[in-house]
């Protein structure tokens, strides 16, 4: 038997399985989901030791656990790959959104629906499912292959940083691969080279010590709320550029030769009004649509809180407000330098008669990868023959903090080869994954492991 022919006998059971895997609601940042994030790493665990690799840990860390495994006997000419992705997820809320419970999967047209299908559990099954086909057909893999699965890649990856800066030999590695990231299109796979980088703050304001009647106090009291709008607003000039200073002096800027690749995909304004309903785009004046997502900063508040917001109409004048604000970084910006001058510049302009406070919630450093190191070369040709269709090289607007440690303290390239879909929910209700990814998906990665073997 093929392992190709494996992977389509065993179909109906890797369906089954991932919703096994699904089904555990491993959100890392939730406090009252951590004995269910415990739950989805043995369970993973025992599942990698039950497809034949023999070393398997689940080692502990000061938050949640790290899956790790190793199965390195092709030798030393072969090459060694680690394979990297979360088995953690978002949070499910707003529930009400959800045709099906968040963890209780579901197939619908072809799609896998629940919370992580997409981002990132379905995309990590399938390579252990790859791993699984290889092991039953051939008894070995065409590579040494280490496995280093986490759970708290959603809440910036905090415990594993200094774990791969500890264990740097453990790790060691000619390339890393990753699926966390979507196809072009439909049909389209793609490589991904370049990940923006992450700054997350929260923003709380106090003014008067308890709710006031806005009668009595208002006009002559600072409200919260208008004081927390105003800074918002004055982050942002009538263009849309970031008024913080020093926010775009390590901006990369792109090449020409490189802003002709990326507009050379055919990106359209259209497909982007289509997928999310808007009338019209928008973003930072003289960049186009696919360079303002992959290669340009940004700061958009993700959410904000305060005063009266029930039915009916109330008049207070609130004592606080709260805002969670992100920018998304590009190279070479950092996560640090970034907080640091934007919460700065937030307390520079903070209204008398209140206190401001600004905390950094997490974050992430940008990272481009080399798209000429031959990992990348021939994960692009496996994703060819597989997919029948020339792939594409992205940049992508997501992050994933671990990333820029593999170039930095492992020295190896990242190879992003993700099989997820931009309108398939991630982070949103009715996440799902398309099934025909998630097969097709298994059969490139056992293809571009045999490349990688062969080469
Ligand atoms: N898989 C995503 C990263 C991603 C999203 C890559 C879209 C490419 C396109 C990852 O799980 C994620 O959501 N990362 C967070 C990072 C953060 C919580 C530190 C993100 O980008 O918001
Ligand atoms: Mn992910
Ligand atoms: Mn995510």
């Not at 106090?217 to 208008?226: E, K, Q, T």
């Not at 109330?314 to 407000?321: E, F, M, N, Q, S």
């Amino acid at each position: 038997m093929t392992i190709d022919q494996y992977l389509e006998q065993h179909r109906q059971r890797f369906e089954d399985q991932l919703c096994e895997f699904l089904a555990i609601p491993s959100v890392s940042t939730d406090p009252a989901c951590a004995t269910e994030v415990q739950r989805c790493a043995t369970w993973l665990s025992e599942h990698v030791r039950a497809i034949g690799v023999p070393h398997v840990e689940v080692i502990q860390t000061a938050g949640h656990p790290i899956v790790y495994a190793e199965h390195c006997t092709a030798g030393p000419d072969a090459p060694t790959l680690l394979f990297y992705g979360h088995y953690d997820v978002q949070p499910v809320d707003p529930l009400h959104l959800w045709t099906n419970p968040p963890f209780e999967p579901t197939i619908r047209d072809g799609n896998v629906f629940a919370r992580g299908a997409t981002d990132d559990k379905g995309q990590v099954f399938l390579h252990i499912k790859a791993i699984e086909a290889m092991l039953a057909v051939d008894g070995s893999l065409p590579v040494n292959l280490k496995l280093l699965i986490e759970g708290e890649e959603e809440i910036g990856s905090p415990n594993l940083a200094p774990f791969v800066e500890q264990h740097r030999d453990k790790l060691a590695c000619d390339a890393v691969v990753v699926s966390d990231t979507s196809m072009f299109a439909p049909g389209e796979p793609s490589i991904v080279y370049g990940l923006r980088g992450l700054a997350y703050l929260q923003i709380d304001i106090q003014g008067p010590n308890r709710d006031l009647h806005s009668g009595s106090y208002g006009g002559a009291v600072v409200n919260p709320i208008n004081a927390l709008a105003h800074i918002i607003a004055q982050l942002k000039d009538a263009n849309g550029l970031i008024t913080v200073p020093g926010f775009y002096d390590a901006v990369l800027d792109l090449t020409p030769q490189e802003r002709t690749s990326l507009n050379a995909l055919g990106y359209s304004d259209e497909r982007l009004k289509a997928d999310v309903t808007v009338t019209a785009v928008s973003g930072e004046p003289g960049y186009t649509t696919i360079e303002r997502l992959g290669a340009r900063p940004t700061l958009d508040v993700n959410g904000i809180l305060g005063g009266f917001t029930g039915e009916g109409a109330k008049t207070v004048l609130p004592a606080r407000a709260m805002a969670k604000i992100s920018m998304r970084l590009v190279p070479h910006q950092t996560h640090t330098d970034i907080a640091e001058k934007v919460m700065n510049y937030i307390t520079s302009i903070a209204p008398e008669g209140t206190t401001v406070s600004v905390q950094d919630l997490h974050g992430a450093d940008p990272v481009l990868v080399d798209i000429t190191s031959p990992a990348i070369t021939t994960a692009a040709k496996a994703l060819e023959e597989t997919f029948g269709t020339p792939c594409r090289f992205t940049r992508e607007g997501g992050s994933i903090p671990v990333v820029l440690l593999f170039d930095t303290v492992l020295r190896a390239p990242t190879v992003l080869m993700g099989f997820g879909l931009n309108n398939e929910n991630a982070h949103s209700p009715d996440e799902h994954f398309s099934l025909a990814n998630y097969h097709t998906g298994m059969h490139a990665v056992a293809r571009y492991y045999a490349m990688m073997g062969e080469a």
